[in-house]
T-cell receptor, first 113, second 113 residues
Framework: GDSVTQMEGPVTLSEEAFLTINCTYT??????LFWYVQYPGEGLQLLLK?????DKGSNKGFEATYRKETTSFHLEKGSVQVSDSAVYFC????????????FGKGTMLLVSP | DTAVSQTPKYLVTQMGNDKSIKCEQN?????MYWYKQDSKKFLKIMFS???????INETVPNRFSPKSPDKAHLNLHINSLELGDSAVYFC????????????FGPGTRLTVL
């Protein structure tokens, strides 16, 4: 079945540092890929998405590129802020009929001033 | 103006009790979901409904019974609660499967004592 693997956290960075959170996936067919963010005590919000190979999703300074050849969708940000502290989830949707999201285990990001 | 709402936000109860969690979306979406997030933040799909019909049931114990009185509501009833049911339960919706973003509710933290 489909699966998503992302790096374990917590990832601890100082403000303005460069962020990479790795995500790889296994899926049949051509899934859509997502990054969701969960701030403390809140539900999940879509951060960005990409629906086909070589697409780049971007939002709020975060970027991720759909790499079919390496089955990856790594999340990057050039300069993190304290307000970026949250749990980040990589997910895929298999697009077959009424598709659901398959999530990675989440990566906690802690940014200190 | 809340898009996806859940009640209650917190639920503390004894083992063996029966409880319900309610979910409503005002986005006009056709498809609704229940996800379970365990203590390690892992998210897993439980159910999916489309226009009040059950589409996906991911090997959830039959103590869990979703009910959709109309396409804007998907409630979750749990019988004979067990310690292992303690988790955060998220409701979500989207217009259809495929690439569309899923919109999540704020979650219901269930604690079984």
């Amino acid at each position: 079945g489909d699966s998503v693997t992302q790096m374990e956290g917590p990832v601890t960075l100082s403000e303005e540092a460069f962020l990479t959170i790795n995500c790889t996936y296994t899926a049949t067919g051509y899934p859509s890929l997502f990054w969701y963010v969960q701030y403390p005590g809140e539900g999940l919000q879509l951060l960005l998405k990409a629906t086909k190979a070589d697409d780049k999703g971007s939002n709020k300074g975060f970027e991720a590129t759909y790499r079919k050849e390496t089955t990856s969708f790594h999340l990057e940000k050039g300069s993190v802020q304290v307000s970026d502290s949250a749990v980040y989830f990589c997910a895929l949707s298999d697009r077959s009929g009424y598709s659901t999201l398959t999530f990675g285990k989440g990566t906690m990001l802690l940014v200190s001033p | 103006d809340t898009a996806v709402s859940q009640t209650p936000k917190y639920l503390v109860t004894q083992m063996g009790n029966d409880k319900s969690i309610k979910c409503e979306q005002n986005l006009g979406h056709d498809t609704m979901y229940w996800y379970k997030q365990d203590s390690k933040k892992f998210l897993k799909i439980m159910f999916s409904y489309n226009n009040k019909e059950l589409i996906i049931n991911e090997t959830v114990p039959n103590r869990f019974s979703p009910k959709s009185p109309d396409k804007a509501h998907l409630n979750l009833h749990i019988n004979s609660l067990e310690l292992g049911d303690s988790a955060v339960y998220f409701c979500a919706s989207n217009p259809r499967g495929g690439d569309n973003e899923q919109f999540f509710g704020p979650g219901t933290r269930l604690t079984v004592l």
